[in-house]
């Protein structure tokens, strides 16, 4: 019993971790840091996804009101010339908007700041922000949830794998449906609601196209449980494959 919770107890740390992990590296969350300015130093935190109807607001915090703000931006991979419009100083932040584009459409852009002496690029790279429509609780919820779940037992399938336990096979069933549901149901609607496409990952743009890595990563990670699943059900100590298709999930 207290085996049990233990591999419990490892199993939810290391998926918070790598949600945590995937969270704070993906391209579409907020873009954070800071840049300094004379004297002055400013954090961001810049958009890089969003499913509003209108124009996307881009702000940062500036309550000193020393510096302003020129905002640079064109759509992602064309030949549009740079747009440059002056940040507004509205309560305590610089905004700016992005022209609403439809869904996965993207808009790259930049912003510099200026102290009326100095003047810096507070980004390296421009930032990419990519348009997306609005996805339904009542599906993105559930998707979530499942998506979740599947990480959680694909990782207590490795564990069990790893210390030969007897539920490796109940395990790995487990993550198999899961991932189903939350990735290869779910997902597809999620994206069709937030993108246009149902999928978008290989061989939808083409054979030569790799296509997007979300929906690649899925069926990746999807086709090793199968493999392992059929090898536990020939035999029960057949459990290399679950282990493999734990760390490939991860």
Known sequence: MLKNIIFWIITIVITLASVVYQR?????YPLKGEATIGSETVKYKLLRSYDGPDNAEISIEEKSGKLNGT????RYKSHDEWTETEMLHQGGKLVAYL???PPAGKVMYEITLSDGVNSVKITEKPVILRYKGAVPAGILIPHIILMFLAMLLS????????TKGRHTFSFAVL???TLIGGGLILGPIVQKYAFGDYWTGWPAKGLFTFGDLTD???AIAFLF???AIYRLWKNKENRGWALVASIVML
């Open 24 to 28: 704070s590296t993906g391209p579409t």
């Open 71 to 74: 905002f640079s931006y064109k």
């Open 99 to 101: 022209p609403h584009q």
């Open 155 to 162: 990782t207590r399938t490795g564990i069990e794998a790893l």
């Open 175 to 177: 993550t198999a449906v």
């Open 216 to 218: 690649n990563k899925t």
């Open 225 to 227: 449980w199968p493999i």
